[in-house]
Each structure stands twice: as structure tokens, then as C-alpha cells.
């Protein structure tokens, strides 16, 4: 029973970016119905697996959901969507606004069946902007935001990507706080409304609230960029046996740290560390002599001495070692479940810890269709309509079986 218990959240989303954030909502306590295509969620398909359609990246993205097939291409499919919306608290889409409005599931169309929805859609650019037809994935939205450019500036040769998918997740998380205002709002009002999040905006405003710099004053100050991130040390320091993150950062910090390793004078000898404001002044130079002084140790030694000292730090892991990590151990963040279909799988908890609604993920990731019987049910139709719908490629299930076989 968690904060959002109660709430029926309509999920049209597929791939990463909406699946993240209606997790969030199912992990919350929502009941987050989730309509896939007959083909499902091309999520389903990457990575290694132990059944079709059941790959990691769509495990860790959908679990507290239910399946429910439908055809939406079909007439009654698309009365079958709006059937779901009439007793919804939220639809959400991440698809382009005109594609919706294709299948006739408009905001206007939508909030005609039910006023009090809120409905979310997560896509490219904004509608004003002529940008506003093109398709977006994660990897255009880091370009247009800079990232790229970052990393060359940073001292890469070539533009890169950030190895993740960053921009889905960061937008993901920017429409659950979208759709959580806008519940709140319609608590006061009563009425819902369209909540709108483009990728590209989202993206920009995020890597620009660091870097725009001088080029936030009129005339600009200098030509942007946060030199700290940008230091071409600013990386994993090698140490006499591997690499630890650290971070000497505050006036304390350097006190203590210069002083545990025998320089105790340098902030008074060397004005380029005597402040903070002289160190962010003389960034690539402070970057670059502890990168000289963190390979006279291990990495061990290392983070037994700033752990000591309270200056932060912690070890650079890897996919397998931050599995075993003794803090996420003790705080239960990774867990070994049994999938119905899949066997022992691991997940990773909500981070999100509440005291008084406790967030518990709702059930682990569907099957394709898994509930489409369930979920036709609690709209109303018995079983001759649900064995109609079958036929006639209006849904799919994840068994063949007539439906009053099916339990």
C-alpha cells in the first residue's frame, strides 16, 4: 500500500524512457496498467535472456505494471484504450503528440472521456519549435544538449556519447515530477490536464544549468563551460594499483588531506591552493599534481586514509564489484527474487524510502499480455466478448486457451 495507492495509471510508453518514470508510479502504489502493440515493447528484445521477450533492460524497467495487449491500430481497440482512460487517474505516452492523435487518442479526445485525467506525454521537442515533427532518441537528445561537445572539451579526441541512457532516464524522471504535480493540482481543482515534456528542452536545461557559465549575462563573461568538470584530470585517479574517485574539494578537506600526506604548508607556500577560488582558478594545475600524489598508494590505502580524514571518496567499480558493494548490501539495494517466468533474477530497490507509506515494488515485470484477460474483466466483458477481441487480433493474451480456461 504505497503513497499512490489507488491511483490507475494508463501506460503507453515503451522503451526507456516512459517505462522508467510509470515504474516509479507502480513502485509508489498506482496500479499502472501497461498497453503493448501485439508485437510488445521492442524493449523486450535486448540482452541476454532465458525466454523471448523477457531481456534485462525491460525486467529493470517495468516491474509494478500489468500487461494488457491491444491492437490500437483497430477501432475497438482504440474504444478498448478509452474504455481503460475512463476510470484512470493518468494516461502516459512517449511517442510523438500527431502519432497520437493518429490513433485518435488526441488530449482532446482523451479528456472528452474523462475530464479528471491527467495526460502525460514524453517526446522529442516542443510543439512550437520546428523541430516539433522530427523523431528523438537518446543519443540525438545528448548531441543537441551538449554532451558530446563536453567530452571533447574534457580532452577526448573524438565526441562520445555517455554510455547510458541518460537523457531517457533524466526525462523520465523529469514527467514523474510532472505527473505528480499535476495530480496534486487536480486534488484542488478537480480537473485534469495535458502535462507536456519534451526530451530536448528537458536535456539542455540540465547540462546548461553547469555550463552555461559567462554566457548566462548579457554581454557574455566568457564562452561558457564549468572548468572544474571540464579538467582534463577531472577522472578516476590511478593509484599504485588501480583507480579510486576522490574529491579534495572544501578548505577543510585540503587541510587535512595536505597534512596526512606530509605537506602541511602547501596551501600557504603555493597560492593556486591557498582557496577555494584560486583552486577552481588553477583547476587543470590542482587536477593534475594529485593526479601525480594518488599514485604513490594503494587503492585501499587510499580510501582507508580519506575515509579517515572525512575528505570523500570511493572505489571505482565495475559491473560485477558493485554488486558485491557492502553498503548496498546492508541497505538490501540489490535483491534476488523469483520471476514466475524467468526463475532467480536480481533487482534493484526503489532508492525512494518513505517512513509512513513504505514504497514496495508492486510485482516484478509482466509477460507480454500477461493480464489482458484480467484487465478485460474489470472493464466489464464476459467471456464470449474477450474470446471476439481474441479472434479477431483486437488483443492479445499471453495464452491461447478460450478464456474460460483461463482462471
Known amino acids: 500500500m504505497g503513497p499512490l495507492s489507488g491511483l490507475k495509471v494508463v501506460d503507453l510508453t515503451a522503451v526507456l524512457m516512459g517505462p522508467y518514470a510509470t515504474q516509479f508510479l507502480g513502485d509508489f502504489g498506482a496500479d499502472v496498467v501497461k498497453v503493448e502493440p501485439p508485437s510488445g515493447d521492442l524493449v523486450r528484445s535486448i540482452g ?15 516491474r509494478s505494471k500489468r500487461s494488457i495487449g491491444i491492437n490500437l491500430k483497430t477501432a475497438q481497440g482504440r474504444e478498448l484504450l478509452l474504455d481503460l482512460c475512463r476510470t484512470a487517474d493518468a494516461l502516459v505516452y512517449n511517442v510523438r503528440p500527431a ?56 580532452g577526448s579526441s573524438e565526441p562520445r556519447y555517455v554510455p547510458a541512457a541518460i537523457a531517457d532516464r533524466i526525462v523520465g524522471l523529469t514527467a514523474l515530477s510532472g505527473i505528480l ?20 528542452e528537458t536535456m539542455v536545461g540540465f547540462i546548461l544549468g553547469d555550463h552555461l557559465g559567462g554566457l548566462t549575462f548579457d554581454p557574455p563573461l566568457d564562452g561558457g563551460g564549468y572548468p572544474r568538470q571540464l579538467a582534463r584530470d577531472r577522472r578516476p ?28 604548508d602547501l ?14 582558478d588553477h583547476v587543470a594545475h590542482v587536477y593534475g599534481w594529485l593526479t601525480d600524489v594518488f599514485q604513490t598508494r594503494t587503492s585501499a590505502e587510499w580510501i582507508a586514509l580519506l575515509d579517515e580524514l572525512d575528505v570523500p571518496v570511493m572505489a571505482m567499480h565495475s559491473f560485477e564489484s558493485v554488486l558485491e558493494d557492502p553498503h548496498l548490501a546492508e541497505v538490501g539495494f540489490f535483491r534476488r527474487v523469483d520471476h514466475p517466468s ?53 488483443v492479445t493474451a499471453e495464452q491461447s486457451a478460450p478464456p474460460d480456461q483461463r482462471g
Request: neutral net charge; charged residues 25%.
Open 237 to 264: 585517479f590511478r593509484t599504485a594499483d588501480g583507480y579510486v574517485c576522490a574529491l579534495v574539494y572544501t578548505d577543510d578537506h585540503w587541510r587535512r588531506f595536505v597534512e596526512a600526506i606530509g605537506q602541511p
Open 48 to 62: 541476454p535472456g532465458r525466454s523471448p521477450g523477457m531481456g534485462p533492460i525491460f525486467l529493470n524497467a517495468n
Open 99 to 154: 502519432a497520437m492523435a493518429r490513433l485518435g487518442l488526441s488530449y482532446e479526445e482523451v479528456s472528452a472521456a474523462n475530464p479528471r485525467i491527467i495526460y502525460a506525454g514524453l517526446y522529442g521537442y516542443g510543439q512550437e519549435g520546428r523541430y516539433a515533427k522530427r523523431p528523438a532518441y537518446d543519443d540525438l537528445i545528448q548531441g543537441g544538449a551538449t554532451l558530446p561537445h563536453l567530452f571533447m572539451l574534457s
Open 267 to 280: 596551501m600557504k607556500t603555493d597560492p593556486r591552493f591557498a582557496t577555494f577560488r584560486a583552486r577552481m
Open 181 to 200: 504535480a499535476a495530480l496534486i493540482e487536480r486534488e484542488r481543482s478537480g480537473r485534469g490536464q495535458r502535462v507536456d515534456v519534451p526530451m530536448f
Open 342 to 394: 524467468e526463475g532467480e533474477i536480481v533487482t534493484m530497490a526503489n532508492p525512494v524510502r518513505m517512513s509512513a507509506s513504505p514504497v514496495q515494488p508492486q510485482r516484478l515485470a509482466p509477460r507480454l499480455g500477461e493480464h489482458t484477460i484480467e484487465v478485460l474483466r474489470e472493464l466489464g466483458a464476459d467471456d464470449d466478448k474477450i474470446r471476439g477481441l481474441l479472434d479477431g487480433g483486437i
